[in-house]
């Protein structure tokens, strides 16, 4: 069973965008860089995600921990999705790729392989 692991938001100004989500939402910031950080909901609960500059995905994506990278991967693509990308590392415990749903929507699955 996959579960909402984060969520991202693609924007043109980081500043201006951490500042955004801080004033309305409550969000705090943490930067990871110049170009990527993550915003933590203040009370501790609920999912984190990341601000990151807009490159490849023009819109928001939600990401999904699975079980399963490579067979989450083939039953996307059995019910009419498709990979978008190579699986990725991200650090020595984890890996990651976007796919593409059976409407054209891309989502990113997530697989910690420390689990």
Do not use: C
Request: charged share 25%.
């Amino acid at each position: 069973m996959a579960k909402v692991e984060h969520f991202e938001i693609p924007v043109d100004n980081i500043e201006r965008a951490q500042g955004f989500y801080r004033d309305v939402l409550g969000f705090t910031y943490e930067p990871w860089g110049d170009d990527m950080g993550m915003l933590h909901q203040p009370d501790g609960e609920g999912i984190s995600g990341d601000l990151h500059i807009r490159e490849t995905l023009a819109h928001p994506t939600v990401v999904f921990t699975v079980d399963d990278l490579e067979g989450t991967i083939a039953r996307a693509v059995a019910a009419g999705g498709e990979q978008v990308g190579e699986i990725q590392p991200m650090g020595d415990t984890a890996r990651w790729v976007y796919i593409r749903d059976s409407e054209g929507n891309a989502i990113g699955l997530f697989h910690d392989t420390a689990e």
